[in-house]
């Protein structure tokens, strides 16, 4: 099985208003308060939020950060997603519909200080984790941290299992643990690049 193709997800967000329930589901209201408070800092430079969706991550994320750098592949998600930030005033958020990792953002000089991978890598084939393992490796800066949140259910359209893509992000060179949280539905991972 390849990766997920974006017309997937395109399709997904024209269908239903929120997909996943992420707005209103506990389990992600849960899991995005937990993720949240793991991250080590009170304040980020430059965050990087791949695959964004609509944007609930994306709104908090804002708080924490000078600029954040979304993307999705999904236009409709996007365009949800830019809506909101204008409803709420937010004007350092750089929204971008982009087919990762084959198109990947503008990288700030030095890096991202903050990159965010909640609920996204396992539509990647092995191929196209690795690419975009590379990018993230490229991107991060030194001294920036790497948070990583993924379900762990089998579900039809997952390309690979939580527990693959977690280990495949803590094997990038410098990159050190700073906290894990694993429960039976999802796992969490934060890293941080030496510098
Ligand atoms: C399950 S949703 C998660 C949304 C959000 N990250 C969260 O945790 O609430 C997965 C999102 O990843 C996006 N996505 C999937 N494959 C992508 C790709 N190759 N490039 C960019 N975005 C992608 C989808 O359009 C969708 O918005």
Redesign the pocket.
Known sequence: MG??A?DH?ER??REHAD??N?AGAWY?RRK?GLLLAALGRERYGHAF??????G??TLRLAQRCDRVCA????SA?IGRCRARLADAGIRHVDVLT????GQWPPTPPGGFDLIVV???AY??DAA?LARFLDAVDASLAQGGELAA?HWRADFSDRAQATDVLHDAMAALAGLVPTARHEEAEFRLDLWRRQS
């Open positions: 990766s997920v974006a997800f997904l967000y997909p996943w992420v992600e995005r939020e791949p695959g964004c969706g609509a609930d991550l993307v999705d592949v999904a998600a982009l087919n990762l990792p909640s609920e996204l539509y990647l196209a949140c």
